[in-house]
């Protein structure tokens, strides 16, 4: 079995994949303020039998999380703990643009669709909303935009008048209250600014893609904007799995 798993800025998701790559289970938890005594709770709830595991891999961009559960897990298993990019990931595609500066998880994301054929844009509504540009087998690069539930937060911690707000879909524009004020404003103003990076990219690129979504908001976008989208809960894992490959 393998321990693959994906250490974002606010949440961490782990997954148990069998040797014949099948997705077994999956927990998330918050990757901040973490420590032994909570590894140890969560890695228990899998009901796992470290004898069992021969490989284990993460993407990460958050360092100090990473060096933490590796620690815990060098205690566990005598199986290696790998970074994604930390592996040599030249066979599985070409990145055009400067290495360092893409995190693991978005050249994951992208490892999960590349192909010689088509070309995609990778939408990930994560802390940051990122797009990413695949053309064909070749990374050419993104674009980071704040993050909803971030810009949220931060709104309401910044205005003293302006209360915690969970958006949701709204049909009116003009808002009559300053909770449905703010709700318009982000979600119709988030709806505007996907669909033209999205026509931005396309100019710029003369190239037509094929949108993929995923992360928190994309259930809620999926259906609400003029770009013709396909939604993807299991990028991120699935470009874990493939990548796993590389792993002797």
């Known amino acids: 079995m393998h321990i693959l798993g994906d250490i974002g800025n606010t949440e961490t998701k782990l997954c148990l994949v069998s040797n014949k790559n099948k997705i077994i289970k999956k927990i998330n938890f918050p990757s901040k303020k973490l420590d032994y005594k909570k590894l140890n709770k969560y890695f228990n709830s899998f009901g796992l039998n470290y004898k069992r595991i021969n490989k284990i891999l993460f993407c990460s961009v958050v360092p100090k999380s990473f060096t933490l559960i590796k620690k815990f897990l060098s205690k566990k298993t005598k199986i290696k703990c790998h970074e994604v990019k930390n592996l040599d990931l030249k066979s599985l595609i070409k990145i055009k643009v400067n290495y360092k500066q893409v995190g693991s998880d978005r050249i994951t994301n992208s490892i999960s669709l590349v192909n010689n054929k088509n070309n995609f844009i990778i939408l990930d509504f994560g802390t940051a909303t990122t797009f990413d540009v695949l053309i064909k087998d070749t990374y050419a690069g993104g674009i980071i935009a704040p993050g909803i539930k971030l810009s949220l937060e931060t709104l309401s911690d910044r205005a003293t008048l302006i209360p915690k707000i969970n958006l949701k879909m709204i049909k009116k524009v003009i808002g009559s209250d300053t909770v449905s004020a703010v709700r318009s404003g982000f979600f119709w103003g988030y709806a505007g600014l996907i669909d033209n990076i ?23 976008f999926k259906k609400s904007i003029n770009t013709k989208v396909s939604h993807n809960k299991n990028i991120t894992i699935n470009g874990l799995i493939k990548i796993s490959k590389l792993i002797k």
Not at 205 to 220: A, H, N, P
Request: overall charge positive; glycine content about 8%; hydrophobic content about 40%.
């Open 198 to 220: 999205v026509k931005l990219i396309k100019k710029e690129t003369r190239k037509s893609f094929k949108v993929i979504i995923t992360g928190g908001f994309s259930d809620l």
